[in-house]
């Protein structure tokens, strides 16, 4: 079978550091924290006053008013980071197939917002007064329906939902149907709008999140010795995957390769991770042997590394045991944006191409040489450093590992 390269053509945005990748990257090599105060939902129930918000984004985003009402938050921000994607790759003027032109956009949670409001107008007037567009909007699938409408991609469509493992899966997805042949093109990523009461509450009760109210900016402290959760946060990334042929073909500018793609499993606990990091460790040597590279060829890692005590420790056992001859640098953006959930992967995907674009390691902040559990090379301002190829890890509630490999493209002439 003919195996396609596969590279990265066009990026959208939506995250607590900006509405655009260009602002969202600036913000990234800077140290910038997306985290503050929450101000869309009420928290005075809530023990948890913090999150990675996105704010007025209806005033800045080019979408049809009549049509944002059809739309739950999670919808709507996929759909204006693919809008900045399609842009971006300048697909409009492609002579693409439209069957071969795939969406592969995951939630890992979905319309929840919508569900909520619902549930609260029935209670408090009634079950004729529930939406007719409450299915459409709420169901986990909606995001990707919603992209496939708008630009008309009618091949595979498919929203994967795996937890915070969400976006490295429909990325990897969607990276294997390219290179396999079945499509020429997809939209991938993930898309999360989950701060809301029912849902702070839930992770809060389940002990996951930060509790630090009083120092919005320094809660997400990733390999910090006094980390205490994670900071929800909200937000979608979208990329336009295609295959090398394909935007040679057309002249398009290119990103990053991907290279590789791993997944495995822990089945320890729904909701912890494996102490051990096993089944994480497993996605990563996956990934490496699907890129066709080992270990020593890795010169970023981008960590899932979301806050949390066990799952950071976990983590980097999982590094050690597949890194045992090498000490690539690490970098934890969560630190920055709080955890965007199902849409994590994606934005990180995006922050690991434009790493290796421009030869430059984001910093990981909320840490310095005093305060650091973990013997990680981890820097703590942005880093020049000649890149190659970089890792990316995603874990999600459930047991699920999806692990990205990318690489800086190189054109054959150069």
Same mark, same amino acid.
């Given at each position: 079978? #003919?195996?396609?390269?596969?590279?990265?053509?066009? $990026?959208? /945005?939506?995250?607590?550091?900006?509405?655009?990748?260009?602002?969202?990257?600036? !913000?990234?090599?800077?140290? #910038?924290?997306?985290?503050?105060?929450?101000?869309?939902?009420?928290?005075?129930?809530?023990?948890?006053?913090?999150? @990675?918000? $996105?704010?007025?984004?209806?005033?800045? #985003?080019?979408?049809?008013?009549?049509?944002?009402?059809?739309?739950?938050?999670?919808?709507?921000?996929?759909?204006?980071?693919?809008?900045?994607?399609?842009?971006?790759?300048?697909?409009?003027?492609?002579?693409?197939?439209?069957?071969?032109?795939?969406?592969?956009?995951?939630?890992?949670?979905?319309?929840? +917002?919508?569900?909520?409001?619902? #549930?609260?107008?029935?209670?408090?007037?009634? &079950?004729?007064?529930?939406?007719?567009?409450?299915?459409?909007?709420?169901?986990?699938?909606?995001?990707?329906?919603?992209?496939?409408?708008?630009? +008309?991609?009618?091949?595979?469509?498919?929203?994967?939902?795996?937890?915070? =493992?969400? &976006?490295?899966?429909?990325?990897?997805? *969607?990276?294997?149907?390219?290179?396999?042949?079945?499509?020429?093109?997809?939209? =991938?990523?993930?898309?999360? !709008? *989950?701060?809301?009461?029912?849902?702070?509450? @839930?992770? &809060?009760?389940?002990?996951? %999140?930060? +509790?630090?109210?009083?120092?919005?900016? +320094?809660?997400?402290?990733?390999?910090?010795?006094?980390?205490?959760?994670?900071?929800? !946060?909200?937000?979608?990334?979208?990329?336009?995957?295609?295959?090398? !042929?394909?935007?040679?073909?057309?002249?398009?500018?290119?990103?990053?390769? /991907?290279?590789?793609?791993?997944?495995?499993?822990?089945?320890?606990?729904?909701?912890?991770?494996?102490?051990?990091?096993?089944?994480?460790?497993?996605?990563?040597?996956?990934?490496?042997?699907? *890129?066709?590279?080992? *270990?020593?060829?890795?010169?970023? $890692?981008?960590?899932?590394?979301?806050?949390?005590?066990? @799952?950071?420790?976990?983590?980097?056992?999982?590094?050690?045991?597949?890194?045992?001859?090498?000490?690539?640098?690490?970098?934890?953006?969560?630190?920055?944006?709080?955890?965007? %959930?199902?849409?994590?992967?994606?934005?990180?995907?995006?922050?690991?191409?434009?790493? %290796?674009?421009?030869?430059?390691?984001?910093?990981?902040?909320?840490?310095?040489?005093?305060?650091?559990?973990?013997?990680?090379?981890?820097?703590?301002?942005?880093?020049?450093?000649?890149?190659?190829?970089?890792?990316?890890?995603?874990?999600?509630?459930?047991?699920?590992?999806?692990?990205? $490999?990318?690489?800086?493209?190189?054109?054959?002439?150069?």
């Amino acid at each position: 079978m #003919v195996e396609n390269r596969v590279v990265i053509t066009g $990026i959208g /945005v939506i995250s607590p550091l900006g509405f655009n990748k260009e602002t969202a990257w600036k !913000a990234l090599k800077e140290g #910038v924290s997306g985290i503050s105060t929450i101000e869309n939902t009420d928290t005075s129930d809530l023990k948890v006053k913090i999150a @990675g918000e $996105i704010r007025n984004i209806e005033a800045d #985003v080019d979408l049809d008013k009549k049509e944002l009402r059809k739309l739950d938050r999670f919808s709507l921000f996929a759909l204006a980071a693919a809008k900045e994607a399609y842009a971006d790759s300048d697909f409009a003027n492609a002579a693409i197939d439209p069957y071969r032109f795939g969406v592969y956009v995951g939630s890992g949670i979905g319309g929840i +917002q919508s569900l909520i409001d619902n #549930v609260e107008l029935l209670k408090e007037r009634g &079950s004729r007064r529930v939406s007719p567009l409450l299915v459409p909007m709420l169901m986990p699938n909606a995001a990707t329906a919603n992209i496939s409408l708008a630009f +008309q991609a009618k091949g595979p469509t498919m929203s994967i939902t795996s937890a915070c =493992a969400t &976006s490295n899966n429909s990325i990897g997805e *969607a990276y294997r149907a390219i290179k396999y042949g079945f499509i020429d093109a997809a939209f =991938a990523g993930g898309t999360e !709008a *989950a701060i809301n009461e029912v849902a702070i509450a @839930g992770f &809060s009760n389940a002990k996951a %999140l930060s +509790q630090n109210n009083e120092q919005p900016t +320094q809660a997400s402290r990733p390999f910090h010795k006094d980390r205490d959760g994670f900071v929800i !946060a909200e937000g979608s990334t979208v990329l336009i995957l295609e295959s090398l !042929a394909s935007a040679e073909k057309r002249g398009a500018a290119i990103y990053a390769e /991907v290279t590789g793609y791993g997944v495995a499993s822990d089945a320890y606990h729904i909701v912890a991770t494996d102490p051990e990091g096993k089944g994480a460790a497993k996605a990563m040597e996956f990934a490496l042997e699907d *890129a066709g590279i080992t *270990a020593e060829d890795i010169d970023v $890692i981008s960590a899932h590394a979301t806050s949390t005590p066990v @799952g950071d420790a976990s983590e980097e056992k999982a590094i050690r045991q597949v890194f045992t001859d090498s000490d690539p640098l690490v970098t934890a953006n969560k630190s920055m944006t709080g955890h965007m %959930l199902g849409a994590a992967g994606a934005f990180e995907a995006f922050a690991l191409a434009k790493m %290796l674009q421009e030869d430059v390691v984001t910093p990981t902040i909320n840490l310095d040489e005093a305060h650091i559990e973990s013997n990680l090379h981890i820097p703590f301002i942005a880093e020049k450093r000649s890149l190659t190829y970089g890792l990316s890890n995603s874990f999600g509630f459930g047991g699920h590992n999806a692990v990205l $490999i990318l690489k800086k493209y190189k054109a054959d002439k150069e």
